[in-house]
């Protein structure tokens, strides 16, 4: 089968960091992309790692190390609107780029 | 900035019905896709769709969905006979590169 596994709930203070975990077990693997998701809306694209190592993004950085399926995506000096859901994803195939997704980690910044 | 846009963005629906889900992806894209979403579970793959034709569906996607994009803008997806379990937010999506645009979706509500 295929699984990516996040925490379900992360908390932070204003200014803070939080690194929101990825561990992945899928049939094929071309790359590891994050996703912020508000509620009510769509998910939309926060970063993409296809290589092992740290992609920085402003405030957002992910990392990736394929040899343990696993990446995480960092966020710094977090603000009251970072407050949302973040889906790491799996990009399965290089014939249609489809995307799996892991189950969702909710982060609440608080004041 | 060019949108992936979707209509209705609320379908209400009685059990067996047939509905049609619509979306106008950006023209650039070159693969399409559908996703659902249950309320407060993960994004799921259904269909990706490339060159007039799917290119790849999960066990999702069976004979009650159909896709479609009949005049080289409109996207849609067809379900014949609704199911309670069909009760979801459903995406379009467009890719360009490693990111992967999403609509506003459609919630349908099946009752």
């Known amino acids: 089968g295929q699984s990516l596994e996040q925490p379900s709930e992360v908390t932070a203070v204003e200014g803070a960091i939080v690194q929101i975990n990825c561990t992945y077990q899928t049939s094929g693997f071309y790359g590891l992309s994050w996703y912020q998701q508000h509620d009510g809306g769509a998910p939309t694209f926060l970063s993409y790692n296809a290589l092992d190592g740290l992609e920085e993004t402003g405030r957002f950085s992910s990392f990736l190390s394929r040899s343990d399926s696993y990446g995480y995506l960092l966020l710094q000096e977090l603000q009251m609107k970072d407050s949302a859901s973040y889906f790491c994803?799996?990009?399965?195939?290089?014939?249609?780029?489809?995307?799996?997704f892991g189950t969702g980690t909710r982060l609440q910044v608080f004041p | 900035e060019p949108e992936v846009t979707q209509t209705p963005s609320h379908q209400v629906t009685q059990m067996g019905q047939e509905v049609i889900l619509r979306c106008v992806p950006i023209?650039?894209?070159?693969?399409f896709y559908w996703y659902r979403q249950i309320l407060g579970q993960k994004v799921e793959f259904l269909v990706s769709f490339y060159n007039n034709e799917i290119s790849e569906k999960s066990e999702i996607f069976d004979d009650q969905f159909s896709v479609e994009r009949p005049d080289g803008s409109n996207f849609t997806l067809k379900i014949r006979s609704t199911k309670l379990e069909d009760s979801a937010m459903y995406f379009c999506a467009g890719s360009l590169g490693n990111e992967q645009f999403f609509g506003p979706g459609t919630r349908l509500t099946v009752l």
């Open positions: 994803a799996v990009r399965a195939s290089t014939n249609t780029d489809k995307l799996i």
């Open positions: 023209s650039n894209h070159l693969y």
